[in-house]
């Protein structure tokens, strides 16, 4: 749409991580930043908090787990700017596997959250991606390949996995830890861990195919924020937000022509 502003999208960005994100892409991102989060009240509270700070931020709201929510946000972003300039996939749910929560409900909400519905998302803004546009995964050191079995290792690594191969190998991860034996099977005990394997290896499978299409020079990564002081990290961890948010932020403003498919730790390449 000639004469839009641009837009970047941050999704879970109504604490942590993902606020401090939009927090610094106010300031630094040259067009609108929309602050989303799945709970209407959480998100326009963190709206007004930034307001508060003399920032501008725009708010949709955005469940990820609801691909009716997707596409509301897609089709108000079509009408209002005619495309997506950067899409910083941040929600997340965490480690711990919450009280009251079944092993069974906590492996495929962590999988079908961290993994299935950031997919759903990008495949779905992803046509609206213009030129030199930035997609990027918030990842975790936790997902780097070594917590898996060399067959699995080489099959998350493979130069030639497909998506649709991709997400077999995740609904597989499901089934064993519901059945109780996926460390035996080489998977990592944990769901959120694997979660961030699929991603990163997502953030591999989508870089190549971007790379062959007609939209070769829209840039994807995926990275490891550190670990920050907020509701998933805890109290102990030794960065704050503001330290969390700068190797996505980074990767959010990336020159045309930088990069594309790689992991990223400290605003450095780092072995997935
Ligand atoms: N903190 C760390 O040490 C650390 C380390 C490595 C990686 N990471 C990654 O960094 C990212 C941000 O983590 P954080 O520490 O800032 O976590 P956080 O404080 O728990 O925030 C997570 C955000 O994701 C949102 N979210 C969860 N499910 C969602 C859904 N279905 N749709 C939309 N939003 C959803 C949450 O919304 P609600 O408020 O509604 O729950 C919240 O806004 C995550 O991807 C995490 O895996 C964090």
């Not at 962590?110 to 495949?123: A, D, G, Q, V």
């Not at 779905?124 to 070594?146: E, K």
């Not at 990275?223 to 330290?243: E, I, N």
Request: hydrophobic share 40%; glycine share 8%; proline share 5%.
């Amino acid at each position: 749409m000639a004469g839009s502003p641009k837009v970047a999208i941050v999704t879970g960005s109504n604490k942590g991580i993902g606020l401090a994100i939009v927090r610094r892409m106010c300031k630094e991102f040259s067009g609108d930043v929309i602050l989303t989060a799945r709970d209407e009240s959480r998100g326009r509270t963190a709206v007004t908090l930034l307001e508060g700070e003399g920032l501008q931020p725009e708010f949709h709201q955005l469940d990820i787990d609801s691909r009716d929510s997707i596409a509301t946000l897609k089709e108000c972003i079509e009408k209002s700017y005619g495309g997506v300039d950067v899409l910083v996939n941040n929600a997340a749910i965490g480690y711990q596997q919450p009280a009251g929560v079944s092993w069974c409900d906590h492996v495929t909400s962590t999988i079908n959250t961290n993994f299935t519905s950031t997919l759903n998302l990008t495949r779905a803004l992803l046509p609206l991606m213009r030129p030199h546009g930035r997609i990027v995964m918030v990842s975790s050191m936790d997902g780097t390949l070594d917590i898996l079995h060399n067959d699995l290792q080489n099959k998350f690594s493979s130069d030639s996995l497909t998506e649709t191969q991709l997400v077999a190998m995740m609904n597989e991860f499901i089934i064993d830890a519901i059945a109780g034996n996926h460390v035996s099977k080489g998977w990592s005990y944990s769901p959120y861990a694997v979660s961030k394997v699929g991603l990163n290896a997502l953030t591999r499978v989508l870089a190549r195919d971007i790379s062959s299409s007609n939209q070769s020079n829209v840039i994807i990564n995926t990275c490891c924020p550190g670990w920050v002081r907020t509701d998933m990290g805890g109290p102990m961890a030794p960065l704050d937000v503001k330290q969390g948010a700068e190797t996505p932020v980074y990767l959010a403003m990336l020159p045309p022509g930088s990069p594309s498919g790689f992991f990223w730790e400290r605003k450095r390449k780092v072995q997935f």
